[in-house]
């Protein structure tokens, strides 16, 4: 073998030495990597569009600070309140936001539930919607007419109160129950007289449906946002629960301050036009904060009024679900 021989298969072992250290490096660090998400607690949050949760998901603080805790954070997307509470009993998720009624037509069945945290108002972006050419210009003109609303969501308490405040009773009117997208659909068409609703899609019928709010939800109901968990899991995880209220907290005081890039943002995830994410944005201040007393006694408002309506079965009792601070 000549001395040029020699000289290239000594540089082809070296090469191929280098390439398997390489190669060994890479995989140690991959088997790190995959030991080290493996060391983190998965925490399946679900949510619906436009709320804290999408906030906090589109932003990407979240997850991360999570992540510097221990937890993975899963997201999963739901339409309403009625299926996060199904998919939060078959533990498919380990966090639920819904608005406040979803959570105690669930207790009404049976359903364990512990009130995790509460957000602040969102009565200014909730109401009841009619045409702006409609005659009906008050609560009472509602009645004999048709109107749509989501059962078992906020859109059916706040359709209560606002009927009880006026005078009138829930036979006054007829409830058409529908999700809030064929209800969207129902009323361009004009099939219903009126929508109970909330944003974005109050904003949206505002702008895109020529609809105006015949009422919002100041002082019939406060319709916040609560976080919810099961009352086993709760129980057991007390420390994820205070790192979630912190986190999400910190990201609502980030969308109050930052209003132009929470539109700008808002706007891509819920794929409307940036007029209608500024008119929900602009009618709110967001906040969360672990449960209380005050906010246990405005739910157990709702579920009063349910049982006196025979709209739920069994009579709640609010307070049973979580220790309250006053």
Known sequence: MSKRQKKFKKLLISVVLVFWAVIAVYGFKQTDAGAASSDL???TIGYQKGDPFDIAKQRGEFAKKMKAKGY?????????????????KAGSINYARTGDTPPVSALSTGTKLTYVAAGSSKAKGSGILVNKSSSISSIKDLKGKKVAYTKGTSSQYMLLAALKKAGLSASDITWV????SSASVAFSKGK?????????????AEINQNAKLLTNGVGITNNRDYILAMQSYAKENTEVSKYLIK?????????????SELITMMSKSLKVSKSVVKKMVERRTYGISAMNSTYAKEEQQIADLFYEENLIENKVTISDSGDYKS
């Open 177 to 180: 129950n529908m999700d809030q």
């Open 192 to 204: 219903v007289d009126a929508w109970a609703t909330w944003d974005p899609y109050t904003s949206q």
């Open 247 to 259: 986190y999400l907290e910190e990201d609502m005081q980030w969308a109050n301050n930052n209003h």
């Open 72 to 88: 993975k954070v899963v997201w999963k997307e739901f339409q309403d309140g009625n299926s996060l509470m199904q998919a939060l």
């Open 41 to 43: 607690q998965t925490v």
